[in-house]
């Protein structure tokens, strides 16, 4: 989906490094979301944000941090990268749920990932 | 907290047949279920979601997914697969009014052969 965009694509860098995986949104969306693939499991939920000043962990947020730096942007930090961190990391997005609406748990709008090797 | 199981990993069908793939789940509530498909180096597109209604829901691309409360299952199905149909398929599950715990199968492959 080109209204997400993630930067770098590929990034291959060894174990300590200091790594940084942008997104940005061009959607308008509140929510934005952290996941990493990989084989066999799937997607797996890192960190999300609900706006600007709301950050929450998800199932696997250890090892991550993560900054929302405008409503548009949500960094995905490694401070010292590990190998089993290999892996290839989405980005989404989704609208806002409505109070009481039916049509409520929109869907999620993905990045095309990065895919990140740790040596 | 909500899981789901593809208990496929590959599925292959000839083009021009009915392909189904399936996906159940577990949740405490009513379920959110959604289905996406992933091509190579791209990341997940939408195709369906089932919230209320009727069990037949109708998506993206020619797809449906049928959903079985008392089985608890979503499977994704199609009456007349294309090769262009060749990607891997995950299963999601939400709890109501909570989107940001979405959790996805670990995906199906789908092969349409020629």
């Known amino acids: 989906d080109a209204d997400v965009t993630q930067t770098p694509r590929n990034r291959i860098t060894k174990t300590g490094k200091r790594i940084m995986l942008e997104c940005s949104q061009t959607?308008?969306?509140?929510?934005m979301y952290w996941y990493r693939q990989d084989p066999g499991l799937g997607l797996r939920l890192i960190y999300y944000?609900?706006?600007?000043?709301?950050?929450n962990k998800g199932e696997i947020s250890d090892g991550y941090s993560v900054s929302r730096q405008a409503q548009a942007k949500f960094s995905l930090s490694l401070e010292s990268a590990i190998p089993n961190q290999t892996a290839l990391y989405f980005c989404?997005?989704?609208?806002?749920?409505?109070?009481?609406?039916?049509?409520?748990?929109?869907?999620?709008?993905f990045g095309d990932g990065t895919r990140l090797s740790i040596l | 907290a909500q899981s789901v199981a593809q208990p496929e990993d590959q599925v292959n069908v000839a083009e021009g047949n009915p392909l189904t793939v399936k996906c159940t789940y577990s949740v405490s509530g009513n379920p959110y279920l959604f289905w996406y498909v992933q091509y190579p180096n791209r990341g997940l597109q939408f195709l369906l979601k089932y919230i209320t209604g009727d069990n037949l829901v109708k998506g993206s691309y020619g797809f449906e997914a049928e959903f079985n409360k008392s089985q608890t299952s979503f499977h994704l199905k199609k009456p007349s697969a294309l090769v262009s149909d060749s990607a891997l398929y995950f299963c999601a599950v939400s709890a109501p009014y909570n989107n940001n715990d979405m959790r996805f199968g670990a995906g199906t492959r789908l092969t349409v052969k020629p």
């Open positions: 989404a997005t989704s609208d806002s749920e409505g109070t009481a609406s039916v049509d409520s748990n929109q869907p999620q709008h």
């Open positions: 944000s609900f706006d600007v000043k709301d950050i």
């Open positions: 959607k308008g969306h509140d929510r």
